[in-house]
């Protein structure tokens, strides 16, 4: 099923001033004033662009000038937009999301697109990826607004409204047919016209005449509404990781305690977990480098560095030892900035044969998850296999608790060379099926057709004597089937041949 994620960052040109984290940390430590915040605003061509809380409260306005800002906060924050920091911070967000899925595209307005139909089920489902995917947007330091559409161009316009989730294409229709026509950039020049024709929404604008639409608006409107519809695709440039990983955060005042830092070190840290996994990376040593003032009083960065005995690209494991480092390191100046460097590496360790990967591939370890499963399962529920000397197929092989103790001889017990280069079924069946008899031939939903030589098994001569001839079968389908005939000895109609179905090939 192809599903997006549209991500919506509605205040980025104010939190790339003031992050969520860094507001935090400050509330923490204690304003440097030991007032409260006094307010944040971001201006545009000279007027308010956006605001934080405490200058809303204040009486401040989208759209008000400098002066007057300043005549109602004369102490607020003023800064002027910076798209570069802008394009930074969305470049830290994708690279994050790199861990979720490697198809992430940057869009319009502070959009983020996410192809996540493929990572549903390694994620729990898309509730549960949602809530780690804003759990990573807070750690970040941005408010977001997430939707999911079975389109790309339905997320993004959802993600603009702060829509919800439309799963699928019929609760998408239902959901855009009510958004604003102004959604669409396109349509945005030509808003007086709409207004004049009393064309307000997305249902209405599919309902006009659409050549004259393209004549007056150009082709690009209908382009994006068909694709928000499904109706025609869109191509995206992926976000691509760069060759190394080295992030750098800076810091909006001075702090002056390393264990305030831990926030911005989880920013960075989640930007190297979204590259480690787009590169297939593990990364065994990091260094953290915290920057100083610089002038004529400058000091060089301090560096905190940590070494795993284990490769890794989780986040959580990380953040446990920054945190453990950062509360023991006595800060000789305060710090202005941030950097993380991923310095040695190596490939994710690929899945193994063993139903134990490594790490955890030793003894003690996998005593530790038996322990474990059986207390969460019970004991009955995890069994282990237990190979018998025996030619009947069902015998052979038997499940056992796997506290039960098994010994050595019983565990080397082997069949003959000759029975074990015999073929044998993929998946043998619990208990045998009978199967019909139709123009002499056994059938199982179409007639079987004999594809080997019999295979005469007698055992069990002490109890439940068996006289088997086991055939391969193919059927119409071209599926293989491993049945046998059993032979029994006597006369009259209970002597005759019986067919069963015992095994499947893969």
């Not at 192809?115 to 089920?121: E, K, N, Q, T, Y």
């Amino acid at each position: 099923m192809r599903l997006w994620i549209g991500l919506y960052l509605p205040q980025l040109p104010l939190e790339v001033f003031s992050p969520r984290w860094f507001s935090e940390a400050e509330s923490e430590a204690g304003d440097a004033a030991g007032g409260p915040d006094p307010g944040s605003v971001i201006l545009e061509q000279e007027r308010v662009m956006a605001l934080s809380p405490a200058a809303r409260a204040a009486g401040v306005q989208i759209g008000m000038r400098r002066g007057g800002v300043l005549m109602l906060m004369p102490e607020a924050r003023i800064e002027l937009r910076s798209h570069a920091r802008e394009a930074e911070a969305m470049d830290a967000v994708a690279m994050t999301m790199l861990q979720y899925t490697p198809q992430v595209a940057l869009a319009e307005e502070a959009t983020l697109l996410l192809d996540i139909g493929a990572s549903l089920r390694l994620f729990g489902g898309i509730r549960r990826l949602c809530e780690r995917v804003r759990a990573n947007l807070a750690a970040l330091g941005f408010t977001a607004c997430i939707a999911c559409a079975p389109t790309a161009r339905g997320a993004w316009l959802l993600a603009r409204r702060n829509a919800g989730r439309a799963l699928t294409m019929d609760s998408l229709v239902r959901r855009l047919d009510r958004l604003p026509v102004g959604l669409l950039p396109p349509a945005r020049p030509f808003a007086t016209w709409f207004e004049g024709i009393g064309c307000r929404r997305l249902d209405e604008l599919r309902r006009l005449p659409r050549p004259g639409l393209q004549r007056r608006c150009g082709r690009a409107l209908l382009d994006m509404l068909d694709a928000a519809y499904g109706l025609n695709a869109e191509m995206f440039h992926w976000v691509a990781p760069p060759e190394r990983f080295h992030a750098r955060l800076e810091l909006f005042d001075r702090l002056e305690q390393a264990d305030l830092l831990l926030a911005g070190a989880h920013r960075l840290v989640l930007q190297m977990t979204g590259w480690l996994c787009a590169r297939q990376l593990a990364v065994e040593r990091i260094r953290l480098s915290l920057d100083h003032e610089r002038g004529r009083m400058a000091r060089p960065p301090t560096l905190v560095e940590v070494a795993l005995a284990e490769p890794t690209w989780r986040d959580e494991h990380l953040l446990r030892l920054l945190r453990e480092r950062l509360a023991k390191l006595e800060l000789e100046a305060p710090v202005i900035g941030i950097g993380l460097e991923a310095q040695q590496l190596q490939a994710m360790a690929p899945p193994t044969d063993s139903l134990f990967p490594d790490p955890g591939g030793t003894e003690e370890d996998r005593m530790r998850m038996i322990e474990l499963l059986v207390a969460r399962l019970g004991a009955d529920n995890v069994l282990q296999a237990l190979p018998v000397a025996d030619y009947r197929p069902e015998v052979a092989n038997a499940w056992v608790p796997v506290e039960q103790k098994v010994s050595a001889a019983a565990r080397a017990a082997q069949m003959p060379p000759d029975v074990r280069s015999l073929p044998r079924p993929s998946w043998l069946l619990a208990k045998p099926i009978a199967l019909l008899m139709r123009d002499h031939r056994p059938f199982y939903g179409s007639p079987l057709r004999v594809a080997s030589n019999p295979e005469r098994i007698e055992a069990g001569w002490w109890s439940q004597t068996q006289t088997r001839d086991y055939f391969i079968a193919e059927g119409q389908d071209n599926a293989l089937y491993w049945i046998y005939r059993e032979r029994i000895n006597g006369t009259g109609e209970d002597a005759a041949p019986r067919w069963f179905l015992h095994g499947l090939f893969g």
